[in-house]
């Protein structure tokens, strides 16, 4: 029965017309909701050491011009597109505003006295951000900004990384890495000092943007300038609760919406697996819920939910959708990295049921060890869709792209492996939306994703559910996890 076929990228909606790129269409047809409330306005508190505000004041400043492309031997323009400029003629047409009451500057002092306290690496670290969330607090509450920008100065993302401890020696501590690598080790303790800075600003109810102040003078290993400004005000117009871009439904009348599920172990190692899910429509907009602990099979190392788990949790997250965005979906899709048992098939079929939902299709998104070859020198094209079998399928979400005239890569690319445990919908549909939501990231703007958000937002989700305790606030929406 083996089949190939091409997936033609998606286009999406901005908002007056449509276009493949997220760039693109910002830059040609403005964002999503331009002719509806939106932020048109962008109030930002920004907090940092003295030198740290500065910078980035005066990089936001830049960015509100035309910023050019990066420039290669081999021109890729669509690849490396010039930003337009955060203002409000252009693009994303807004502004950044905010004043001097607005930046809440951080003493040298007050960072070297606790770097050179005798405390263990852990507790200096969160001493560190507590400056951050301390300010955050402050802002928060008399200020109500949009959005929070903490700026890390380099010398203290130097301290990060030049910490001796390894995630050995400091089990507790920030360095929960499972690699041995130093350089892996490293990039973690600054990702987890992020999470959990993000973990705990939850609280104070307004999204934060976290940024090291070298934004303002990229190096060679970082992406070019107009990239990274791309990246970054797409990310901050949707933590503004905006809406740069939108999947294209098949049908007006029909409320589809996606869903992830993920399972983490708490930083102690002590609990068990929990699962986590998120739940959005074809506008980005949705709920994070956290799942129930769960207990390990002894003969099965793969976490699985029991069906009253599983019914529980769906039910909980169909519940809080209806509550952000008024409606129940016709029809649900659920990704998830693990295969499915028959607990959890029966458990969430059992909730779709409960809330009326008509079409129902549980997938399993995996790596596949499986390769496809093309001739030339070239990998497979992205969207190249290899059909194993009614229920098994392979699927290239990276791989050449012609939109960008090459391979954006470094490494060859692998594909996925779709397996469908139960569905309703056409397999072609189903595998056609993977590719779709590759391209629903709003932290980055290169839209050959390798997953589709729904598993994207649950795996970071769960990385800074892990900070959280139980008594912390937890919020539902998906900007305060980017």
């Known amino acids: 029965m ?40 962008i109030k930002v508190g920004i907090i940092g050491k003295g030198e740290s505000i500065d910078k980035v004041i005066n990089w936001l400043d830049s960015c509100k011009s035309h910023i050019k492309g990066k420039e290669s031997k081999i021109p890729h323009p669509n690849l490396f597109l010039n930003f337009c400029g955060f203002n409000k003629e252009m693009g994303f047409k807004s502004e950044i505003i905010f004043d001097d009451s607005y ?12 770097i050179k306290s005798n405390k263990d690496f852990e507790k200096r670290i969160k001493e560190i951000a507590g400056l951050y969330l301390s300010e955050i607090k402050y802002l928060s509450k008399n200020k109500n900004p949009d959005v929070i920008i903490c700026a890390l100065s380099e010398k203290f993302i130097s301290y990060i990384l030049s910490d001796s401890k390894t995630a050995d ?15 892996s080790d490293k990039i973690e303790r600054e990702q987890n000092f992020r999470r959990y800075l993000k973990a705990k600003a939850m609280q104070f109810n307004v999204p934060i943007q976290i940024l090291r102040d070298r934004i303002a003078n990229p190096t060679s290993d970082m992406q070019d300038p107009a990239t990274i400004a791309w990246n970054f005000f797409t990310a901050l117009y949707y933590k503004a609760s905006g809406t740069p871009w939108a999947l294209i439904r098949k049908d007006s009348a029909e409320a589809t919406c996606y869903a992830g599920i993920s399972f983490y172990r ?40 029991t069906e009253e788990q599983s019914y529980n949790l769906l039910s909980q997250s169909l519940k809080e959708y209806y509550d952000a965005v008024k409606i129940f979906p016709k ?54 869709h290899l059909i194993i079998s009614e229920t098994q399928h392979i699927l290239y979400t990276r791989g050449s792209v012609p939109y960008y005239e090459t391979y954006a890569g470094k490494y060859i690319p692998s594909p996925l492996e779709i397996k469908l445990a139960y569905y309703d919908e056409s397999p072609n549909l189903i595998c056609d939306e993977i590719i779709a939501l590759t391209k629903m990231n709003w932290n980055n703007t290169q839209f050959d994703r390798k997953f589709p958000i729904t598993i994207e937002c649950a795996r970071n989700v769960g990385e800074i559910l892990k900070y959280l305790d139980s008594d912390d606030t937890m919020q539902l929406k998906y900007s305060f996890y980017m």
């Not at 809440?104 to 070297?112: A, E």
């Not at 020696?169 to 350089?183: A, F, I, N, Q, V």
């Open 2 to 41: 083996m089949k190939l076929r091409y997936i033609e990228e998606p286009s999406l909606q901005f908002g007056i017309d449509q276009h493949i790129c997220p760039k693109s269409g910002v830059y040609s047809f403005y964002p999503y909701d331009i002719r509806n409330v939106r932020p048109e306005k």
């Open 103 to 114: 930046l809440r500057r951080l003493n040298n002092s007050d960072f070297d006295k606790i």
């Open 169 to 183: 020696d400091d089990e507790e501590g920030l360095s929960d890495t499972l690699e041995d690598d130093e350089s």
């Open 266 to 305: 708490s930083r102690d190692r002590k609990r068990i697996q929990t699962s986590i899910a998120q739940i959005f429509n074809e506008l980005g907009r949705g709920v994070i819920l956290r799942g129930e602990e769960i207990l390990m099979n002894k003969y099965d190392l793969t976490p699985h939910l």
């Open 331 to 384: 029809r649900l899709v659920l990704h998830k990295t693990s295969n499915y048992n028959e607990d959890e098939i029966s458990g969430f079929n059992e909730a779709s049921k409960t809330y009326k939902i008509n079409q129902v299709d549980l997938i399993s998104i995996q790596h596949s060890d499986l390769r496809l070859y093309r001739q030339g020198s070239y990998p497979p094209l992205r969207g190249t």
